[in-house]
Structures are given as structure tokens and as C-alpha cells.
């Protein structure tokens, strides 16, 4: 069965700490896997995307890491801001035969002062 | 606009009533989209569409469930006799490219609908 994992489900930090999402996935074939954030009320913005030949990505302070091997995937937050507070979902697509794009439940973080 | 927009908001009905949603997509963004959030919960894929081709209707819950877009452009997502577990986001989102096309599918969201079902 397609499913994407995310661990933790909510992560509490204080502003200016890094920290780690964590996404496990079971899609195959695969094609491609995207970090979003998602902040309350809104929809879901893309911060990276990355193919199976591509394991780093980074978008300003966040880092995305691919291990296809393992099929896990990071999202790597540095010198957190308050304004990173948000839902972050990883979403993992097929490679064909239709639409296949799963999404994970998302990791909820709050950033403190 | 610059981005995808949905109307409405918010909307709260009553069960039994039917409601329609609306979706505009980014334009010429050939891809469309339609996903469930229900609280607490990742995205549930509805449907897909993507250009002239019959849309993916394997994601739809039930046949109260139904969706078109018009002209290749907006889309209209329609829930009939509904039920409050229907209660939830629906968010639409468009892609320049599908997945039949073979391009880059980065997909654009809309601020989303809350429905709420009373």
C-alpha cells in the first residue's frame, strides 16, 4: 500500500533552534517527493521538490535531504523564526499510470520566543 | 489574479442541502486539481484534470461527490445531499503541466473552502 509517514506529529522549538522533520514513504514506483508548508487558514505553499537522483535541496533555511534507498526524507529548518510556525507536509508522486500523489499528515511545528 | 483563488470561504449549510465550490486556476495552468483536508488530517485527493483528457475521478467518495471545469478553466466541485462528515477544507490547486503531459507538476494551492455541514 502507497503511504507517506511523517514523524513528529507536532514539534514544539524555541525561535532561533534548528530542528528536523522526518518523512517515510512506501510509494512505488517513484517519482518525485515535495516538502510544503502550510500555514493556518491557507494552503499549502511549496519549499522544495526533489527527483530520485537528488538528495539535498535547499530553499533559503530549509534543507530537504532524498535517501531513495531508504525512501526517507528530511526537512531541515535553521535558526528557526516565529514565523516558521506552520503544518509541513511531505508528498511523494508515482512515476505514471495516472494520478498518484500521497500526501503525509503533516508535522505541526510551533515556534516560540 | 496572480494565484488560484476559491470561493467561498466559508460555507455552512445544512445536511441534506447540496453545495457548489468553485475553483479558479491559475491562468494557463492546464492541470486542476481538487483535494479534502478534513481537521487534523493530510490531504485527500479527490480529482484530477488535466486538459482536454477525461478527469481521475478515483479519488471521489461517493457519488454525491461530482466535479467539472468548464472551458478548460474553472472548475466547480459539487457535493449533493450532504452529510457532516463531508465537514472539512477543500482546497483546489493547478499545475502548468499533468502528469500525462510528462512536465514538471509543482502544484499551486488555493486558500481553500471550509465547509461546514450542520
Known amino acids: 500500500k502507497n503511504q507517506v509517514e511523517q514523524s513528529p506529529q507536532s514539534l514544539i522549538i524555541l525561535e532561533g533552534k534548528n530542528c528536523t522533520l522526518q518523512?517515510?514513504?512506501?510509494?512505488?514506483?517513484?517519482?518525485?517527493l515535495r516538502w510544503y508548508k502550510q500555514d493556518t487558514g491557507r494552503g499549502p505553499v511549496s519549499l522544495t521538490i526533489?527527483?530520485?537522483?537528488?538528495n539535498t535541496k535547499s530553499n533559503g533555511r530549509y534543507t530537504a535531504t532524498l535517501d531513495a534507498d531508504t525512501k526517507q526524507s528530511s526537512l531541515h529548518i535553521t535558526a528557526s523564526q516565529l514565523s516558521d510556525s506552520a503544518s509541513y507536509i511531505c508528498?511523494?508522486?508515482?512515476?505514471?499510470?495516472?494520478?498518484?500523489?500521497?500526501f503525509g499528515a503533516g508535522t505541526r511545528l510551533f515556534v516560540k520566543a | 489574479g496572480a494565484g488560484v483563488s476559491q470561493s467561498p470561504s466559508n460555507k455552512v449549510t445544512e445536511k441534506g442541502k447540496d453545495v457548489e465550490l468553485r475553483c479558479d486556476p491559475i491562468?494557463?495552468?492546464?492541470?486542476l486539481y481538487w483535494y479534502r483536508q478534513s481537521l487534523g488530517q493530510g490531504l485527500e485527493f479527490l480529482i484530477y484534470f488535466q486538459g482536454n483528457s477525461a478527469p481521475d475521478k478515483s479519488g471521489l467518495p461517493s457519488d454525491r461527490f461530482s466535479a467539472e471545469r468548464t472551458g478548460g478553466s474553472v472548475s466547480t466541485l459539487t457535493i449533493q445531499r450532504t452529510q457532516q462528515e463531508d465537514s472539512a477544507v477543500y482546497l483546489c490547486?493547478?499545475?502548468?503541466?499533468?502528469?500525462?503531459?510528462?512536465?514538471?507538476?509543482?502544484?499551486?494551492f488555493g486558500p481553500g473552502t471550509r465547509l461546514t455541514v450542520t
Open positions: 508528498v511523494v508522486s508515482g512515476e505514471t499510470g495516472g494520478f498518484k500523489t500521497i
Open positions: 518523512c517515510n514513504y512506501t510509494v512505488s514506483p517513484f517519482s518525485n
Open positions: 490547486a493547478s499545475s502548468l503541466k499533468g502528469i500525462k503531459a510528462g512536465g514538471s507538476y509543482e502544484q499551486y
Open positions: 526533489m527527483t530520485f537522483s537528488e
Open positions: 491562468s494557463g495552468h492546464t492541470a
